[in-house]
């Protein structure tokens, strides 16, 4: 089992809001930080108060060297071994001075970091001590059923040589005093990553941040590693006659589509520790997840948002000899699928409950085969009820439940709604956004994609706030029990949009700085005249910023106010790729959105390279 083996393709890292105005630190340092959590820093180690150090009595006086047991002493603490070495008591050094030697039976156990009660024996080892200063090696795996969450070990001893003697538990070091000594108050991370197609164990710590990096406003808090992977072999059950083919769908039109496994591991801090008086700082924890996305997506989500593909596929905008441009009725050349809008527009939110809003399919018919083909303006889809209707979203929010149902960690920590939105945040948050898109708003498929493509450096457009926040909501619909909404940001200088949940109180250990003060406020009523009042309280949600908390203090002026665009508690599928139960393609699948006929997209076949103005799919029996 590799340590580290493989780097992830990109890190990003985050920070909170406006934490050196929450926290009252003054000259405390992290030894004092510290005190009081010490279970919940160190499973491993009991209290600290009784943990050896550099400067304390270890037990080898000479008044009480034979009433204390001998000491484990780490050199180093590896995610698939661990080097160290036992300073032995004084009858044990005498033997071992005359040439004799002790046998020690050591025991390696791993604990989830949030509950160091639940044990798991990794590994046995018996060694046999010949010299004082002399090292040994323990190696250990971690089975199948403790990956995927955070954890730190236990190690014990047991003399089974000369006499037989008692297990006991060893203590280690909490921390590293200087930067230069090993770090021993580590965490290993033992997880799958699907992208790489091995279990892989990840050494990380100290499980917490220091003083003066939690107070550092530019600081990661949060961070998110990504791995990709194409696969060799498809995703999903494609259909006998494949029309996904590059001739098809050229990419210069339709997108770098492929199906992609993405493997993300998300570090978020935790705050209910912080409500234990002498505890300043939060206590780290982290998440693993395996998603993919499919090519056929990535062209229906292009297929459906970009008005130039809809007019180049209905023939009304000519494409060239080279299929690098095409030119509209009017002689006005455009050379890419985002030259003009997008069915998703930020000018048309649709005002209120999402069930009362036009389909996007519906919506993208009447571009591209009805009345609505002067102007994208006249194409109006609300970003949420796009984003969640995407078979991908509903897969990505079922495997955040998923793991997160099986991380014992996690199960520890209370408001749980609070931590899910949390972890999305620092998912979407984290990732690279450019506000150079113009009018052109992106699907979630277009965006993900985007961030594969930004993994090397390119210049691949990431996202704008109505991107993010709408891919903030379609995981959230399908994960959060609660509503989830889009926010207008409106000011003399400030035109922007935001993601929000509603009706979810925040836990009360928050410090200062993750506070929402909005949150106690109304909203200002919006056209519909929806208020407050209507949902509960609202959580606004950042999702172009990196801030891995969810309601914090807003930093926008006096004058600024918030509306509600649009809000949704339940969206159904509403794409029109056949999928199976577990919401992937299959050509076998079912069509869930709700229209007879659909247009089974994997049947579909008058794209722009074969173009076609009339809705041959209406004789398709799906």
Not at 109 to 129: G, M
Not at 578 to 595: E, M, Q, S
Request: hydrophobic content about 30%.
């Amino acid at each position: 089992m590799p340590d580290d083996s493989s780097e992830p393709d990109k890190v990003y890292s985050s920070a909170p809001l406006s934490r050196r105005t929450a926290l009252a630190l003054g000259g405390t340092g992290l030894t004092a930080a510290l005190a009081g959590c010490s279970e919940m820093l160190s499973p491993s180690s009991g209290s600290r108060d009784q943990n050896p150090s550099a400067d304390e009595d270890n037990g080898n006086s000479e008044s009480d060297e034979d009433e204390q047991p001998d000491l484990f002493v780490p050199v180093e603490i590896g995610g698939s071994e661990t080097e160290f070495g036992i300073r032995v008591r004084t009858e044990y050094a005498n033997l071992i001075a005359d040439g004799g030697s002790v046998e020690y039976l050591v025991r390696v156990y791993s604990a989830p970091l949030f509950d160091s009660t639940d044990r798991t024996l990794l590994t046995e080892q018996t060694i046999t001590k010949t010299a004082s200063d002399e090292t040994h090696t323990v190696q250990y795996e971690f089975p199948d059923d403790c990956l995927n969450y955070a954890q730190q070990l236990t190690f014990t001893l047991e003399v089974t040589s000369p006499d037989d003697g008692e297990e006991w538990e060893v203590a280690i070091p909490e921390r590293r005093r200087e930067r230069s000594e090993p770090n021993l108050d580590v965490v290993l991370l033992p997880f799958y990553n699907e992208a790489r197609g091995e279990t892989m164990v990840s050494v990380r710590g100290p499980p917490y941040p220091s003083q003066s990096e939690y107070s550092d406003e530019f600081e990661p808090l949060a961070r998110t590693e990504v791995w990709f992977n194409e696969p060799d072999e498809s995703l999903y059950n494609r259909p006998e006659y494949d029309y996904v083919t590059e001739d098809r769908y050229p990419k210069h039109w339709y997108g770098d589509w492929k199906d992609l496994q993405i493997t993300m591991v998300v570090r978020y801090p935790v705050y209910e520790v912080m409500e234990d008086d002498d505890q300043n700082v939060p206590l780290y924890d982290w998440a693993t997840f395996n998603f993919d996305i499919t090519d056929i997506e990535m062209i229906e989500g292009r297929r459906w948002n970009s008005f130039v593909v809809q007019q180049i596929e209905r023939g009304r905008y000519e494409l060239s000899s080279d299929g690098q441009t095409a030119t509209t009725p009017s002689g006005t050349v455009r050379d890419s699928h985002n030259s003009e809008g997008s069915l998703i527009t930020a000018a048309e939110f649709y005002h209120g409950d999402i069930s009362d809003t036009p389909t996007p399919f519906s919506e993208y018919y009447r571009s591209r085969y009805g009345d609505a083909t002067t102007s994208s303006d006249n194409i109006n889809a609300n970003p949420i009820k796009v984003a969640a209707g995407r078979p991908v979203m509903k897969r990505w929010a079922t495997e955040i439940e998923d793991s997160l149902a099986n991380n014992p960690n996690f199960q520890e920590h209370d408001a749980h709604g609070y931590y899910k939105a949390t972890i999305v945040k620092a998912i979407i948050g984290s990732s690279p956004y450019s506000f150079s898109v113009g009018s052109y708003m992106q699907t979630p498929e277009e965006v993900i994609s985007n961030w594969y493509q930004n993994q090397n450096g390119s210049d691949a457009l990431g996202g704008n706030c109505v991107d993010a926040s709408a891919l903030f909501c379609g995981i959230g619909v399908h994960l959060l029990d609660t509503t989830v909404g889009l926010l207008q940001v409106t000011g003399d200088n400030v035109a922007h949009v935001q993601a929000c949940l509603f009706g979810r109180e925040l836990p009360s250990y928050l410090p200062d700085a993750a506070h929402n003060r909005n949150a106690t406020n109304s909203i200002t009523s919006s056209s519909t005249d929806y208020e407050d009042r209507d949902y509960g309280k609202f959580m606004p949600v950042e999702c172009n910023y990196a801030g891995a908390t969810i309601g914090y203090v807003q930093r926008f002026d006096p004058d600024v106010y918030l509306s509600i665009s649009s809000f949704a508690s339940n969206i159904q599928i509403n794409s029109h790729i056949p999928v199976n139960d577990d919401y992937l393609p299959d050509a076998d699948g079912k069509i869930l959105a709700d229209r007879e006929p659909p247009q089974n997209a994997f049947r579909f076949n008058s794209t722009i390279t074969n173009p076609s103005e009339k809705p041959y799919f209406e004789r398709q029996n799906a």
